[in-house]
């Protein structure tokens, strides 16, 4: 038995996965402009699963995939939100955990969610400062006979230079 790698899609995993792939219906109030079966074929179902497999194990993004393995990448990605829209990774989850619970129990009542959204109020005072933020640009001193930089001081000595005010006297401008 050889081993597959994390992204593949062993033969046992299919046979669980082929049946919850969500079919295109064709809608019969609808008027199509070829005919039935017209246009270019479909990809097969497992070679896009196999792809949006890779895609969510590698992380790597979704033009990245390797058209020569998978395919068009939009065209798997364009497969990846029809299936999500129509519930097909909302199912596979749910069968997954049914048959974990089936082979190793799951304790339902014990289980809990537990979740914080903001920074731990006293983390700061007993770690102390972030290593990584040593000699930062803010925590040294200025340069010998160089003054802080401020942007609203700089535009305000642009704005009125005796040539802005030369300009605008010539051109009749009032000033601001």
């Known amino acids: 038995m050889s081993l ?43 070679q896009i699963f196999a792809a949006i497999v890779y895609v969510l194990r590698t992380g790597i993004q979704w033009k990245a995939l390797p058209k020569e393995k998978f395919g068009s990448p939009s065209a798997i990605h364009r497969y990846f939100q029809e299936w999500r829209d129509a519930g097909f990774f909302v199912e596979l989850w749910c069968q997954g955990l049914a048959e974990y619970d089936e082979l190793e129990g799951i304790a339902w009542q014990w289980q809990a969610a537990d979740g914080a959204m903001m920074k731990a109020p006293m983390g700061t005072e007993s770690v102390g400062r972030n290593p990584t933020d040593r000699g930062k640009k803010w925590q040294q001193e200025n340069v010998a006979r160089r003054r802080a930089w401020c942007p609203t001081r700089a535009y305000a000595v642009r704005r009125k230079s005796a040539r802005c005010i030369a300009v605008r006297s010539i051109a009749g401008c009032q000033d601001d």
């Open 4 to 46: 597959t790698q994390s992204w593949e899609v062993s033969d046992a995993f299919w046979a669980i996965v082929e049946p919850l792939i969500p079919h295109k219906q064709r809608q019969e109030d609808k008027e199509y402009k070829r005919a039935y079966g017209g246009g270019r074929k479909s990809l097969d179902k497992r």
